[in-house]
């Protein structure tokens, strides 16, 4: 694994090098293996309908990068990751974070169902600026939920998108929708709703998580809410020792 760095060895802000960044990008494999990934554990269609990334967006959760599609322990995401972005455009553009978990269980329904995870709109981007990206200040998003998947349920995928403005040079205004509850959320009304458009452009990354004890730790100190378990225990065989010696000598 890569370690993330707060600088670029090429000056982005000539065209000819975001060229060459962004053929690298594409030619050498980095875009092939985030899109596969993301349609091998179908996070296209389940996320959205398509998606057609146009920055390179990569996360680190502590000092190193993690690859897109790998199991993330929980105790490694209490934290927010580190995001690095190289932009291949050099004027400066507006984007609007957005993480959700896609596969929170609905026993009502015996499906699942999204959780809003994080939600900062108006993050300034170019090829010009710190390909670490330094979130601003606000009160019109979502603080960063922990991934915390559930006992007893599959694997959580965990989506991170960098979603480009409706019109890229000006901030929009969220306020609105904060009173929508994180486990009501919908990241396709969202879309829709705002007129973003995911399919043009913008960053991807996602992860997986399963349960580990340190979920635990996260449902007593930060949700402070009775962690729920999903699933049958499984069921003791009282034969295991007598099935595990030798019928014949």
Same mark, same amino acid.
């Given at each position: ?14 065209? *000819? ?60 995401? *209490? ?5 690095? *972005? ?123 998580? *399963? ?39």
């Amino acid at each position: 694994m890569s370690s993330l760095s707060d600088t670029s060895p090429a000056d982005m802000a000539k065209p *000819v090098f975001r060229h060459l960044a962004k053929r690298e990008w594409r030619e050498r494999g980095r875009l092939d293996r985030l899109m596969e990934r993301i349609h091998t554990m179908n996070v296209v269609p389940d996320l959205l309908p398509d998606l057609h990334p146009s920055i390179d967006l990569s996360l680190a959760f502590g000092p190193d990068e993690v690859e897109p599609g790998v199991f993330v322990d929980p105790i490694l995401t *209490v934290q927010p990751p580190r995001i690095r *972005v190289n932009a291949f455009h050099g004027d400066e553009r507006y984007y609007t974070l957005v993480m959700v978990d896609l596969d929170v269980p609905d026993p009502a329904r015996q499906s699942f169902r999204q959780c809003l995870h994080w939600l900062i709109p108006n993050i300034v981007i170019s090829s010009k600026s710190s390909s670490l990206v330094h979130l601003p200040a606000t009160q019109e998003g979502y603080n960063y939920l922990p991934p915390h998947p559930q006992i007893g349920t599959p694997y959580h995928r965990y989506c991170l998108l960098l979603l480009e403005n409706p019109n890229p040079h000006l901030a929009i205004d969220l306020r609105s929708m904060l009173e929508t509850k994180r486990i009501a959320f919908s990241l396709r009304d969202f879309i829709k709703a705002w007129s973003f458009r995911p399919e043009a452009g913008g960053g991807a990354f996602f992860w997986r998580s *399963v349960w580990s004890p340190a979920v635990t730790d996260i449902y007593r100190d930060i949700l402070r809410v009775p962690e729920p378990r999903y699933g049958r225990p499984p069921k003791e065989d009282r034969y295991e020792d007598v099935k595990r010696t030798r019928r014949y000598i």
